[in-house]
């Protein structure tokens, strides 16, 4: 059977926030998903994240871990990349069990079937987001950063992490791109009558809204932002905060 309960948690950037953030996610992972609960990430964990044939972030250990041992609890654990953290890989899905998707999906979610994106692309308000998603995607771009030293592409990565930042630093921008996501979500659920749920992040705007018919757009907000974070079930969707 698939799990009842699926946790949805989106835009912590860890490695950029203050180390209280980190420590949050990381009671959170201990205390919140129990054993068969599926624990969906919707990109934007991490930073910064690159895995080279034999390396990945060493800044990253810590949450790695936990994410291991959450695994190891008998939680399901699915990552879809997002703008800073898509270029996963056999680490995530060999080595840790993770089912991780560089681009959107589509899932059975505690009886919903989903359509989950983080996002990026989809409604970029600016042109700089919307050239970035397509450098960041193209597959001799990813070529050529792996063919780098990891000491010189994570700097690099590092030198950019503020750039790639700057669209979430204007409410403005934000909140428009908010209004075209969910307009987004809706055309999508107006189009595809089998999909029961469109999940969403990137914005860091939490959005809960329902159809008549239960259909609805879910995106949990940032954790970066108050520990924010879904619960959905096959009776209700909430949007909640994590007390650390």
């Known amino acids: ?15 950029q926030v203050p180390p209280a953030t980190e420590a949050a996610f990381h009671a959170f992972l201990d205390r919140v998903p129990q054993p068969g609960d599926h624990l969906l990430i919707n990109g934007d964990l991490f930073d910064f994240w690159f895995e080279y044939r034999a390396v990945v972030p060493r800044k990253h250990f810590a949450s790695i871990a936990r994410l291991q041992q959450t695994r190891a609890r008998g939680v399901a654990i699915t990552f879809i990349g997002g703008n800073h953290d898509r270029w996963g890989g056999d680490f995530l899905r060999r080595d840790l ?3 991780f998707y560089a681009g959107e999906t589509e899932l059975d979610l505690a009886g919903r079937h989903a359509y989950i994106a983080h996002g990026d692309g989809l409604t970029e308000q600016h042109w700089s987001g919307a050239l970035l998603h397509r450098v960041t ?3 001799l771009t990813i070529w050529a950063f792996r063919k780098l030293h ?8 590092a030198k950019l992490s503020g750039k790639l930042a700057d669209n979430t630093r204007d409410k403005a921008v934000l909140d428009r791109a ?14 595809r009558r ?14 809960l809204e329902r159809l008549s018919d239960g259909r609805a757009y879910l995106n949990p907000g940032a954790w970066l932002d108050g520990y924010r974070y879904a619960v959905v079930t096959g009776d209700a969707i909430e949007l909640k905060s994590f007390s650390a």
């Open 1 to 15: 059977m698939p799990p009842a309960r699926c946790l949805v948690v989106a835009d912590a950037h860890l490695g």
């Open 97 to 99: 069990g993770i089912a």
């Open 137 to 139: 995607r193209h597959p």
């Open 150 to 157: 990891p000491d010189l592409g994570f700097w690099i990565a």
């Open 178 to 191: 908010a209004r075209a996501q969910a307009e987004y979500a809706r055309g999508l659920l107006e189009r």
């Open 194 to 207: 089998d999909v029961g749920l469109v999940i969403l992040a990137h914005t860091h705007r939490p959005c």
